[in-house]
C-alpha cells in the first residue's frame, strides 16, 4: 500500500460545479500537509498548506482530519482556468521529505 | 524576487552516460529537495540538502549523487543512465526556519535513449 493515495481520477465536471478530492495517508507520525497544483508538463505548484483547524482560499477549501488520516480539498464554483492535475503532499519532519500522492486530473468543461 | 530556477530545461543522453542537473533556490532559501516525476505519477523524493550536506535520501540507487554549494545552489548527478531514467526531475527549496513550504522549480526533462 503507498504512504499517500489519491482519488484515482480524472474528474470531468462542468464550469461553476463543485468538486472534492480526497488524500489519505498511512503513517501517523505525518505532520504537514499540502496541496499542489501540477499544469501538463510544467512544476507543481503550491496551491496550500493544510492546517489542522482547515483553511480557506477563495474558492478553496481545505481540510484535516487526523483522526482518519485524510486530507481534502474542496474547490467550488470551478472555473476553465482549475483544469490541472491535483496533488497532495505529507511529510513526517517540517521542511524535509515530501511524500505525494500519484495526483488527481480535474478537466472543468465549458 | 527570483524564483527557484533549473538548468538545462531538456536534456537528451544516451544509456550509460552520466548527466549533471543544476538548481538555484528561491531567495532566501538554504534548503534543496530533488524529486524525480515519472509520467502519470507523483513525484518521488531523491534527496536534500542542507548546510552543503545530505540530510535525507529516498530510495534510489548510488548512482543518484548531489552536491550543494556555500551559495545554497545544488547539483544532481547520475551516472551510468538507464532508460528508465528518462524523467522530470524537479528541484525544490525551502527555509529550514521558519517556514517549510517546498516551492518546485521548472525542472529539467531528461530522455535518455
Known amino acids: 500500500r503507498k504512504e499517500v493515495e489519491q482519488d484515482p481520477g480524472p474528474f470531468n465536471v462542468p464550469e461553476g460545479a463543485t468538486v472534492a478530492f480526497n488524500c489519505t495517508y498511512s503513517?501517523?507520525?505525518?505532520?504537514?500537509f499540502f496541496w499542489y497544483r501540477q499544469d501538463c508538463r510544467k512544476e507543481p505548484k503550491l496551491l496550500m498548506s493544510?492546517?489542522?483547524s482547515g483553511n480557506e482560499d477563495g474558492r478553496f477549501t481545505a481540510q484535516l482530519n487526523r483522526a482518519s488520516q485524510y486530507i481534502s480539498l474542496l474547490i467550488r464554483d470551478s472555473k476553465l482556468s482549475d483544469s490541472a492535475t491535483y496533488l497532495c503532499?505529507?511529510?513526517?519532519?517540517?521542511?524535509?521529505?515530501?511524500?505525494f500522492g500519484q495526483g488527481t486530473e480535474l478537466s472543468v468543461k465549458p | 524576487d527570483a524564483g527557484v530556477t533549473q538548468s538545462p530545461t531538456h536534456l537528451i543522453k544516451t544509456r550509460g552516460q552520466q548527466v549533471t542537473l543544476r538548481c538555484s533556490p528561491k531567495?532566501?532559501?538554504?534548503?534543496v529537495s530533488w524529486y524525480q516525476q515519472a509520467l502519470g505519477q507523483g513525484p518521488q523524493f531523491i534527496f536534500q540538502?542542507?548546510?552543503?550536506?545530505?540530510?535525507q535520501r529516498g530510495n534510489f540507487p548510488d548512482r543518484f549523487s548531489g552536491h550543494q554549494f556555500p551559495n545554497y545552489s545544488s547539483e544532481l548527478n547520475v551516472n551510468a543512465l538507464l532508460l528508465g531514467d528518462s524523467a522530470l526531475y524537479l528541484c525544490?527549496?525551502?527555509?529550514?526556519?521558519?517556514?517549510?513550504?517546498?516551492?518546485f522549480g521548472p525542472g529539467t526533462r531528461l530522455t535518455v535513449t
Open positions: 503532499a505529507v511529510n513526517r519532519d517540517q521542511g524535509g521529505k515530501l511524500i
Open positions: 503513517n501517523s507520525a505525518s505532520q504537514s
Open positions: 493544510v492546517y489542522s
Open positions: 531567495s532566501g532559501h538554504d534548503t
Open positions: 540538502y542542507y548546510e552543503e550536506e545530505e540530510r
Open positions: 525544490a527549496t525551502n527555509r529550514k526556519i521558519p517556514t517549510y513550504e517546498q516551492y
